[in-house]
């Protein structure tokens, strides 16, 4: 598009991998990219001048769901937020493992103790391993990054397997 079309101005993704190959193509070419999905904060970060965003970084969904946790479901719980335990499940891709990195960081900030970070292809059908080692660990949170398919497996089976933490925080 930027050398047969000349196109002035790139508007994408869906996915942080394809933005971060993207934009370094347009940087490369001086082309105006405006990323209004990809969340991985790699694509902002490494000093492009024309690389723009227009949506959240994973750095701050990650940010978020620990702000929530500590601003209101530890006071709904009725305890301080670092009495909490929590497990971290994203998917592999650059985008979960961004967010994840994010929570991970701010959980121990504010010292919840994080029981397992674990990480699965989006594209899986199956997550009752996970679900059985955090029926084991007791977590109070799960703080899951995920796609809409693989959100929706992972409430399923945890029905079927009758995990019920006291919150599931999503990004």
Known sequence: LISQEKVPLIMGTYSSGLSIAATQ???RNGTIYVESNAVSDEITERGF???????????MQGDAAVSFTNEYLAPDFGVKVDELTAVIMHEE?????AVATSIEEKAENLGIELLSIDSY?????DLSSTIHKYKELKPDIVFATSYINDAILFIQQSKQLN?????????
């Open 49 to 59: 001048e024309n690389i723009f965003r227009i949506t959240e970084s994973a750095s």
């Open 121 to 125: 292809n989006s594209e899986t059908n």
């Open 163 to 171: 995990f019920k933490p006291k919150a599931i925080v999503t990004t």
């Open 25 to 27: 193509v347009a940087e």
């Open 93 to 97: 891709s650059s985008f979960g493992t």
